[in-house]
């Protein structure tokens, strides 16, 4: 068989089983339950929940565990903690498997929870600081696309000014692996003229390479949280 | 000479753990005008009394300082001690160490040095001090309760039991508050219209209360043992001695459909009406706004119908002056509403449940009249939409309680009673139903409560889901209530035909203007202040006022009740004097400098000044002066601060004592 | 914004998906604006506010780009229009983040290498619309009443959340987009799912999202017997719009539901002539409808 109908094969095979059919509805993943946690002083990590309260401006003490968060929460399902789990996981210390975990990934930024709190916590906000403690660790995480999608994007205002959605998209499905995702939508969107498949760079995007640059070296001197 | 002793205690190792009292009483001894100086280990104790006892016939003393805790633990104490010596009390005061110095500071020298120099301060204000007598006021023999629900009533029955004359004012047309809307009451689920109208026909029966209904308190004067009080009688256009309370004026009334506020606006009533079967007093009131004769000049039916000629139209309000020597306060409650608040409005609504638009999202007082045989449904749990049958019952606990984004912090207390009780009352009319509480905690501390909750859950298969609602929405006939379960972690969905919302209690409206006449304390929620959270939950700051129920704070009926005889308890110790001893740290007038400017009237907080005429011997009138009425005062001395004559002084704080004070450091 | 005799004119913020994948949304909003002769005038060089991405993951990075942004749109006279529901958001919470914060603010002046400029008024079309416009002169504006057309108006997320931020109207009971659309003589329905989330950026990297939530979105609208969609989000109308046969494939339902940018309806109603507004941009056609109700 020729070498490049042997490697699209092999390409359709992978997908298929390492990428299996979405279903509908989405379902959840497992339900986590540690058997045992183990609490000390040190163990509480109060310097946790300082350090969020300082990157969120809330305080997860002031948590109830009432679950309104979580009750209203449209990605709840899809996560295997549910916002208030998340926050009742930090209040007993336990910040290295949530930010190891998916849920955090998988927050839709929809504010319905903050809006709803009864007792002013804002769990969005909380959800933004556990990304952005995972992102400048670059640590372990069960998730992997959804970062991948967040750094494209990133990478693209740094490359271009603003958003090229055509090299998102196909960069996104090179790197995920998803070769075939939305493949049909490509030429329907370009069509209509939707899809851009250059994108100019902005005139001043040496101002805004120096704004990525400055906000790296704050970080690198600990000028900024 | 002054000849003033100086006790310096340690009071155990409070004070003498910071402070070197011996090196105080050392230091006091030296000072001019002190006789005597020691030190001991407790002076509040019966030998640290006897103590000071035997020092001021030893010494000869005409003064006394102990420098210990704060006046407001022990200032009575000494006071009393000095007066068995022999000593006027008014002559002892404290120099506060402790409070003010060895429980706020570390440092020992520098602490020893400020403990010092507060007793040399108060050593100078005592030689300055003036022999006071204390203020006698009469008493008159009558009390006044406003608010003729449970705690009102027991209150009333109560004093008037004590052989007092009590008059009861209640607002709406008949006694009964918001017990007598209650089906049952837990935790025996007893029927609370069975428990309560004995109770009420008491009160109307008594020789020795006077009741007002369908009236208020317009306005009130005076001081402790000396209220004025101006009550509102509204017109009913109904002669209460006339009546029979037959009912065939309601019963013709061509007007049917005036939404019942007692029913919660489930039931209707007509234009002249009682409220509920069994009212206290069975009079009706004609509800002149709604009314066809009074929008129109037509109709006149009930006057017609009327046996004993009792309707009068032209009946006005009347306003009555009753002398009273104590009030209670015992106005009650009201449910806080779901509805869209204005923008400014420290209380949020509650639009994810639908800022009450879903007509079948209830509150626990409509269902109460719902489940109530005398209500609007004869006690048949219906949807108020279509008066189907609900299968499905949803409970949502903590409904602007525990929610500081809605502007309530507090817990409203009785509300996870009352729903298990619903979930009950439900159960029991509707057998194949399935009743579920969303809640945060089951807070049921009583005697029998937690058993109650308990039987709920484990006999009476009631679904107790720990965790909030975020939203209600309207899906058809059914409401989709979205939940979650915080103790799975899962999301939980529900299809309800009814949904019960478990609203924060709060105070009623109209509660601050209300204090505002009385001259009461109340809080940012309006919930009236009691004058120590512990040691004084049924008196307020304000001398001759006490609180009964609800008004001080969310409570259930046994407290109420516990309450209420409290408070009638504390007003029968005042009616039982025959004079009321006050301290005299009170204003007084020099009337010789005074210029009647009433600057210490405008700034008066007890109201307090009066203008008091001088006249010569022919009685004419020669000058205008201030006077301070010495039983209303309070002791604050803003008049004193505020006088541009320094013509009106506080007893005990006058500008000579201060600045001998200031002074002598 | 500023007035010459009694016209308006602002300064256009449009963002990135309106130069794309949203094309239609600033081809409409130019148009409609146009129509009413409300002056806009882009902010020159304005650059991605970050969206969604920049803030889940580097605060900083986010308020630094749309205080840069709001530098730049101080060249502009006028209030700052903004079209995109996201970008309107960045605005406003950088606005608000900043505004008390003296050390936030600093340390987002160093990133810019500048002073942050919060007083620019940034506001959302339908504001101007429905404010400083007004639906008197709306309504008057309206050749062509969208009579017989019964829109279910989606607000998404960002427009009215979190209270405070965007204040645009109540967070739980917004009737903002239903007033505006009702001068032009629509009819709406009161349906369930206005205010839930269509699941925004995770069509990119977990479609099966969209499917869930754009699902609910579309089932809602159709039980309240919507013909309709109208939206102020580009990426809400992305869902909607590209994913909705694959949602009727998921669910075996039909829905067939066009989703329309309120510019699009408005313009419509004012006189735009149709190629003007960016119809043929959808998906899911609106053609069929508009002619049914005699709108093309």
């Not at chain 2, 046996?307 to 104590?326: F, H, K, T």
């Not at chain 2, 009385?518 to 700051?541: M, Q, R, T, W």
């Not at chain 3, 949602?247 to 419509?268: D, F």
Request: glycine fraction near 8%; hydrophobic fraction near 40%; proline fraction near 5%.
């Amino acid at each position: 068989m020729p070498r490049r109908r042997l490697a699209r094969l092999l390409l359709m095979v992978r997908f298929c089983f390492i990428h299996p059919p979405r279903h509908y509805p989405a379902q959840r993943d497992h339900i986590v339950n540690p058997a045992k946690i183990v609490l000390s002083r040190q163990a509480l990590n109060p310097a946790l929940i300082a350090r969020l309260k300082q990157l969120a401006g809330t305080s997860i003490r002031n948590c109830m565990q009432c679950g309104k968060c979580s009750a209203g929460c449209p990605m709840a399902g899809f996560m295997e903690h549910p916002p208030s789990r998340t926050l009742r996981l930090l209040q007993l210390g336990q910040n290295i498997q949530v930010l190891a975990g998916r849920s955090i990934w998988h927050c839709a930024s929809c504010e319905t929870c903050t809006t709803r709190c009864p007792n002013g916590v804002d769990p969005a906000a909380i959800m933004d600081a556990l990304r952005k403690l995972w992102w400048d660790e670059q640590g372990r995480s069960e998730e992997k696309e959804v970062q991948l999608a967040s750094r494209l994007f990133l990478d693209n205002i740094r490359r271009y000014g603003r958003q090229h959605e055509m090299r998102l998209g196909a960069l996104f499905n090179l790197q995920s692996g998803k070769l075939f995702k939305d493949l049909a939508l490509g030429p329907k969107l370009m069509a209509r003229g939707k899809l851009k498949l250059t994108q100019e760079k902005n005139r001043n995007l040496a101002e805004i390479e120096q704004i990525f640059a400055r906000i790296e070296q704050m970080r690198q001197k600990g000028k900024t949280p | 000479m002054a000849r003033i002793g100086v006790f310096v205690c340690h009071c155990g190792e409070n004070i003498s753990r910071t402070v070197d009292v011996e090196q105080v009483a050392a230091a006091a001894a030296k000072l001019p005008g002190v006789a005597f100086a020691t030190d001991y280990k407790y002076m509040c104790s019966d030998p640290g009394q006897s103590l000071l006892k035997k020092a001021v016939a030893e010494h000869d003393l005409d003064g006394i300082v102990v420098a210990a805790c704060s006046p407001r633990m022990h200032e009575k104490t000494f006071r009393n001690a000095a007066k068995v010596a022999g000593l006027n009390p008014y002559l002892c005061e404290m120099a506060n160490i402790r409070e003010h110095c060895s429980w706020v500071h570390e440092d020992r020298a520098e602490a020893t040095a400020k403990a010092r120099d507060i007793v040399q301060m108060m050593v100078a204000r005592v030689k300055k001090a003036n022999k006071l007598a204390d203020i006698t006021v009469p008493v008159t023999k009558r009390a006044l309760v406003i608010g003729g629900g449970i705690a009102g009533i027991q209150s009333a029955l109560d004093i008037a039991d004590a052989g007092h004359q009590v008059v009861l004012v209640e607002r709406e047309p008949s006694l009964g508050g918001h017990m007598a809307m209650l089906s049952e009451t837990f935790p025996t689920l007893d029927c609370s219209q069975c428990i309560m109208t004995p109770k009420m026909v008491d009160v109307a029966n008594h020789p020795n209360i006077t009741l007002y209904t369908y009236a208020e308190v317009e306005n009130v004067e005076g001081y402790i043992g000396n209220f004025q009080v101006t009550v509102r009688k509204k017109a009913r256009s109904v002669d209460e001695d006339k009546c029979t309370g037959c009912g065939v004026c309601s019963a013709k009334c061509p007007q049917k459909k005036i939404p019942n506020a007692f029913d919660r606006d489930l039931g209707m009533r007509s234009a002249i009406y009682t409220p509920f079967p069994q009212a206290v007093p069975n009079t009706p009131v004609l509800d002149r706004e709604n009314c066809t004769w009074f929008k129109s000049g037509k109709c006149g039916v009930c006057k017609k119908v009327c046996g004993p000629g009792a309707v009068d139209y032209e009946q006005q309000d009347e306003l009555i002056v009753e002398p009273i020597g104590a009030i209670v306060v015992a106005t009650g409650f009201k449910l806080y509403d779901i509805g869209r608040k204005p923008e400014d409005s420290s209380y949020k609504g509650y639009g994810e449940y639908g800022y009450g638009t879903i007509p079948d999202v209830i509150d626990g007082l409509t269902f109460e009249r719902l489940a109530s045989a005398s209500g609007p449904t004869g006690g048949a749990i219906r949807r108020p939409s279509d008066g189907k049958e609900p299968k499905e019952v949803v409970f949502i606990q903590c409904v602007g309680s525990r929610a500081r984004e809605k502007g309530i912090s507090y817990c409203s207390k009785i509300c996870c009673m009352y729903t298990a009780k619903h979930t009950m009352l439900y159960k029991h009319k509707v057998h194949d139903g399935q009743a579920y509480v969303f809640f945060m905690d089951a807070r049921t501390p009583g005697k029998n409560y937690d058993e109650f909750w308990r039987r709920a859950v484990e006999e009476e298969e009631a679904a107790y889901i720990r965790g909030m609602v975020s939203r209600l929405y309207r899906k058809g006939e059914k409401i989709v209530v979205v939940g979650s379960d915080v103790l799975t972690g899962s999301q939980v969905e529900i299809e309800a035909d009814l949904v019960v919302l478990a609203t924060a209690v709060q105070a009623r409206d109209g509660a601050d203007s209300l204090a505002q006449k009385l001259g009461i304390s109340y809080d940012k929620y309006n919930f009236y202040s009691e004058a120590h959270a512990k040691l004084k939950p049924v008196e307020c700051a304000t001398a001759g006022i006490y609180l009964a129920g609800a008004c001080q704070g969310p409570k259930d009926i046994p407290e109420t009740v516990a309450q209420a005889s409290a408070a009638a308890a504390k007003v029968m110790t005042l009616l039982s004097k025959q004079q009321l001893e006050r301290e005299p740290l009170v204003a007084r007038v020099r009337e010789s400098n005074c210029t009647a400017c009433f600057a210490c009237k405008k700034v008066c907080p007890y109201g307090a000044v009066e203008a008091k005429e001088i006249r010569d011997r022919q009685g004419k009138v020669v000058r205008v002066v201030a006077h301070v009425n010495p039983g209303v005062c309070g002791g604050c001395g803003t008049c004193q601060a505020t006088c541009p004559s320094k013509t009106v002084e506080l007893d005990g704080y006058t500008d000579e004592q201060i600045i001998a004070m200031i002074e002598s450091l | 914004m500023s007035r010459t005799a009694t016209a308006l004119n602002y300064g256009y913020y449009p963002g990135c998906s309106l130069h794309a994948s949203a094309r239609e949304y600033d081809q409409s909003t130019r148009g409609l604006f146009g129509a009413l002769g409300i002056g806009l005038s882009e902010v020159p060089d304005w650059l991605c506010c970050g969206a969604t991405p920049a803030h889940n993951v580097d605060r900083l990075l986010s308020l630094a780009l749309s205080a840069k942004n709001l530098t730049l749109a101080e060249k502009v006279e006028g209030d700052l229009a903004v079209a995109c529901a996201a970008c309107f958001s960045r605005l406003k919470t950088t606005q608000h983040e900043l505004k008390d914060d003296a050390e936030k603010r600093s340390q987002v002046g160093r990133a810019i290498d500048g002073p942050v400029p919060l007083a620019k008024k940034v506001k959302h079309l339908l504001e101007i619309l429905d404010s400083d416009f007004g639906l008197e002169r709306l309504q008057q504006a309206v050749k062509r009443p969208l009579s017989g057309l019964k829109v279910a108006c989606y607000y998404g997320c960002l427009l009215t959340r979190p209270p405070g931020v965007p204040q645009l109207d109540d967070a739980e009971a917004p009737t903002i987009m239903e007033r505006v659309i009702e001068a032009a003589g629509a009819q709406t329905v009161a349906w369930s799912h206005r205010l839930e989330c269509c699941g925004a950026g995770f069509t990119l990297s977990r479609p099966e999202v969209i499917l869930k939530l754009t699902g609910d979105i579309l089932a809602a609208a159709k039980e309240a017997g919507a013909d309709c969609l109208m939206v102020a989000c580009p990426l809400c109308q992305g869902n909607l719009d590209l994913r909705q046969q694959e949602v009727e494939k998921a669910s075996g339902t039909r829905y067939g539901l066009p989703a329309l940018y309120l510019t699009q309806l408005l313009g419509l109603a004012v006189g735009v002539p149709a190629s003007q507004l960016g119809l043929d941009g959808l998906l899911v056609s609106p053609q069929g409808l508009l002619r049914e109700k005699g709108l093309l």
